[in-house]
């Protein structure tokens, strides 16, 4: 579960990816996903994301986590 995770990754003092949010209801329309992924990186913002990596708060047996691929990333790959 998320708060496990923040209390063991504190306890250690780890640093994690960032965290954009924790509040999100997850949609099934695919573009919307999709658009919120094609952002600009957390950690520069001079430079594309990689994605996004969407987990459920809880403990899902039928629901780990997936990525959304931000495609301006993918595009410099394009050679």
């Known amino acids: ?3 496990e995770f923040v209390n063991i990754t504190e306890s250690l003092k780890l640093t994690t990816v960032p965290i954009i949010q924790t509040d999100y209801i997850l949609s099934d329309d695919i573009n919307e996903i999709i658009a919120m992924a094609t ?3 957390v950690l520069n913002s ?3 994301a990689e994605g996004l990596v969407i987990r459920p ?3 899902a047996e039928d629901f780990r986590s997936f990525q959304a691929i931000n495609p301006e990333f993918w595009l410099k790959f394009d050679n």
């Open 1 to 3: 579960d998320y708060a």
């Open 46 to 48: 001079q430079i594309w």
């Open 57 to 59: 708060l809880v403990h």
């Open 39 to 41: 952002r600009k990186s």
